[in-house]
């Protein structure tokens, strides 16, 4: 099923455009991306190593869950579902705290933070996207 990002102005500000991923943006276009850091303990977090098959990242350790927010979702949306997609996590937005926003290479980051006592064994992963989970 295709997929579908709502564009964006530098200062996070929605266009009246939507492109199919995959497209190429414009100069002053942007979408959004979020992150997310699952914080398991003092200083542990559940990191993820990306599938081979990636574009971005293949192959690599990296936060906990991310992706692209879909047309018509907010970014707690997005990060929501990412979650629960990647690791079979039900976070509740109210567990989500968002740190931080970077704006760069046509995308704006929504990066969060969530304090959670997770049990990796509980972990079930999206093999198109992930090919392992650990706490580090």
């Known amino acids: 099923m295709a997929e579908y990002w709502d564009v964006y102005d530098k200062n996070g500000k929605k266009k009246n455009k939507t492109i199919k991923r995959g497209q190429i943006l414009g100069p002053g276009e942007y979408h959004i ?9 003092e200083d542990k977090y559940i990191i993820q190593k990306r599938a081979k ?6 192959d690599l350790w990296y936060c906990s869950a ?7 979702e907010t970014p ?25 926003i970077i704006t760069e290479c046509g995308g704006i980051f929504y990066i969060y933070l969530c304090d959670k006592i997770v049990n990796i064994e509980d972990i079930v992963i999206q093999k198109e996207d992930v090919q392992d989970v650990k706490i580090a």
């Open 33 to 41: 991306i979020v992150e997310s850091w699952i914080r398991v303990a």
């Open 76 to 100: 707690l949306e997005g990060i929501v579902r990412e979650i629960e997609e990647e690791l079979s996590l039900d976070i509740l937005p109210s567990e989500l705290k968002l740190k931080r």
């Open 53 to 58: 098959n990636k574009k971005t990242f293949p």
């Open 66 to 72: 991310g992706g692209s927010v879909h047309a018509g």
